[in-house]
């Protein structure tokens, strides 16, 4: 399972020692996980944290003697919870392995060692996920039984279900069809017993096939018989289904009243798109499933194509709008023109096609995702009234047993498509399972061709939030966000690079074009009469990098511009594991009048410890705090706490990511200084918003 960047980790860590704690907290953060710790002091705490809170995992140092192991297993044991117990150890031997084992410990993490600590917390924090799946998914399921049986009872359809040819159940409409009175007349009757006797061995026979797994056909056509004998044209369609646990077979009657012909034409329509003659998406959706299930049952190997044509929008302001379906028609038909008689294509949505091609592996699906993608390129695409150069972004999977899972192979394939649009289109992107680390290699190395190709050539820029005062005369003051422009226009958001770009050492030349731009901003805004504060990110790369503090210099003194209108801002993790780097860079830059701003503030185990040692003039709020503030009282308390501490200590607070009324009378009240997010206004490429 693959951790969701924005999930957060919900960590309860037992250890003596503060400092190990955070030093715990801040390596998994460092690794990419999204950790909110909590540490208690005492017994007591400890088993009110676990009465008051939902916590994830807990990560118990195995030498801890405030809260012993013995004292954490009991505690969680009698709380009831699926919460993991994972042991921190310096060393393993077997008498130790053996005790873990015997008090329940679900897994040991070398403290020395943290890829090791990270990998242990990863796979049970997966495992955790997957248990709660299952429960969640279970009792959906009980639910969704509930409501199919009450739908079943209700429906105007004769629906019946059949195990070994014997009926278990049956609805209504079914009973009255065949004129029974109640279902205590038909239970444990044959089906065979209300077929025609001139289709009774044929159907005999289909039921047999049935018996071993085969599958239905989509339509059943025959003559049934009604209790009193009388015989009439029907339709049956089958579907494998499962009753109280038992699988068996949904037959679903109906009395054939049309032409037959006519009936399948109908029933050919109800799979198809209008504007397309391709298959609709629901359609799709089911031989999806049937390729994902027989991938992880028979180990099937099948390849899926998202396609979706680039500059979609553009296109249409060229032709307009009413010619939409124009558009979409001949795009269809040039797919069409690619695809062998064994694919399924079908319109998956407004401007998005999808093909599943059977028995394909990598290799071959990616030569038909690259015939595609040429078919379009190299061709003009024509409507009755357009001629126009149209290309596609294709994004693919390998179904496999390894991502068998039709929500994990939508997921990837449209992931694909959008990181090729973000890029200016014309690309092909598959996903292998088999293949991860060769392509996660090519798709990295993209990316850091565009990033140089963006510092080179200057396609970054910045777009700009005011932050409102709460309380106080207003200032101007902005939050300034960093983008990237792509080939043709579009922006760029910075997880899609920032990562990549530190993997890769390029942090300290975006950092230097974020701060020298900010600079140039103020300068501007100065010129034009506004005393305008800017807030700018930069990365702990440059807090040893003294060329940064020589560009500062520069450019302050080349714009004319007041240090004390730059803030620069860190991660409150960041600035702890780097903390002496951090103390040398805001000492130099505070001669300059620059100041520094802590982001994400409040995540950290003891965060206000941190500025006894760092002085930072703002402290912006971590945005968890802002979830669903109105109606989650911890937070509210947690942030009332840090606005007080913060006025005591003589630091301003931002509260960002606001979202409703409801939490800005909360920052409000609670002292908060600053607040800011879409339901205040916009970030947008220009500092125009008026203050007064």
Request: charged residues 25%; negative net charge; aromatic residues 6%.
């Amino acid at each position: 399972m693959q951790l969701v960047k924005d999930t957060t980790l919900r960590l309860l860590i037992i250890d003596d020692s503060v400092d190990d704690a955070e030093a715990i907290a801040n390596g998994l953060r460092n690794s990419g996980i999204a950790v909110r710790p909590s540490r208690p002091e005492s017994l007591e705490a400890f088993s009110g944290l676990l009465s008051g809170q939902p916590f994830d995992l807990v990560l118990a140092a195995g030498d801890s003697s405030t809260i012993t192991l013995e004292q954490v297993v009991t505690q969680v044991g009698a709380s009831g919870k699926d919460l993991p117990i994972l042991v921190l150890l310096d060393a393993v031997d077997d008498a130790r392995l053996l005790k873990m084992s015997e008090l329940g410990v679900r897994a040991v993490a070398l403290r020395q060692h943290p890829g090791h600590v990270e990998k242990v917390v990863r796979n049970e924090w997966s495992d955790l996920e997957a248990r709660r799946s299952l429960r969640w998914l279970e009792t959906q399921t009980r639910e969704t039984e509930r409501r199919c049986d009450a739908l079943i009872d209700s429906s105007r359809d004769p629906i019946a279900y059949v195990h070994e040819g014997m009926h278990i159940r049956a609805n209504g409409a079914y009973l009255e069809m065949f004129g029974f009175d109640s279902f205590e007349d038909i239970e444990g009757m044959s089906l065979l017993d209300l077929i025609a006797p001139q289709h009774v061995d044929e159907f005999r026979e289909l039921l047999k096939r049935l018996g071993k797994g085969e599958a239905p056909p989509p339509r059943y056509e025959l003559e049934a018989l009604t209790l009193d004998g009388a015989s009439f044209p029907a339709v049956m369609e089958f579907t494998p289904a499962s009753y109280e646990g038992e699988a068996c077979q949904q037959v679903v009657l109906r009395r054939q009243e049309l032409d037959p012909e006519l009936v399948r034409e109908v029933e050919e329509l109800r799979h198809r798109d209008q504007a397309t003659g391709l298959l609709n998406r629901a359609t799709f959706l089911r031989a999806l499933e049937d390729a994902v299930a027989d991938a992880a049952q028979n180990a099937g190997r099948q390849g899926l194509l998202l396609i979706e044509p680039d500059h979609y929008a553009h296109l249409l302001q060229g032709i307009g709008l009413d010619a939409s379906d124009d558009l979409i028609g001949a795009c269809a038909q040039r797919l069409l023109g690619v695809l062998g008689d064994g694919d399924i294509v079908a319109r998956f949505s407004e401007h998005q096609f999808a093909v599943l091609r059977p028995g394909s592996d990598f290799h071959g699906t990616t030569a038909l995702a690259e015939s595609i993608r040429t078919a379009f390129a190299d061709h003009v695409l024509e409507t009755d009234a357009h001629s126009l150069n149209a290309t596609v972004s294709i994004g693919g999977v390998q179904i496999g047993q390894k991502i068998a899972s039709v929500t994990e192979v939508l997921g990837k394939a449209h992931h694909a498509v959008q990181a090729n649009l973000a890029v200016g289109g014309n690309r092909i992107d598959i996903f292998d399972p088999g293949a991860v680390d060769r392509a996660e290699q090519e798709r990295v190395e993209a990316w850091v061709t565009r990033i140089r190709d963006a510092i080179d050539s200057d396609r970054f820029i910045m777009h700009y939030q005011p932050l409102i005062g709460l309380h106080g005369e207003p200032i101007e003051i902005y939050d300034a966000y960093l983008r990237m422009t792509g080939e043709h226009g579009e922006l760029v958001q910075p997880p899609a690079f920032l990562q990549i770009a530190e993997e890769h050492g390029l942090l300290w030349e975006i950092d230097r074009w974020v701060v020298g731009n900010a600079i140039a901003s103020i300068g501007a805004q100065l010129k034009a009469g506004h005393r305008t504060t800017l807030l700018a990110r930069i990365t702990e790369a440059s807090l040893q990098d003294d060329s940064l503090l020589q560009h500062i210099t520069e450019r302050l003194a080349k714009h004319g511009v007041d240090g004390e209108l730059l803030v620069l801002q860190l991660p409150e993790s960041k600035v702890f594991t780097h903390l002496r780097a951090a103390q040398t860079f805001q000492q130099e830059v505070a001669r300059l009048g620059v100041r520094i701003g802590l982001e994400q503030f409040g995540s950290g185990l003891n965060s206000f410890q941190l500025l006894s040692h760092f002085d930072a003039a703002f402290l912006k709020l971590d945005r968890a705090f802002m979830e669903d503030l109105p109606a989650n009282q911890e937070h509210q308390q947690r942030i009332r706490e840090i606005a007080e501490k913060a006025r005591e200590s003589g630091k301003q607070t931002i509260a960002e990511f606001v979202q409703d009324a409801g939490s800005m009378s909360i920052l409000f009240s609670a002292g908060i200084d600053y607040a800011q997010g879409h339901f205040l206004a916009a970030s947008g490429p220009s500092m125009n918003y008026d203050f007064s």
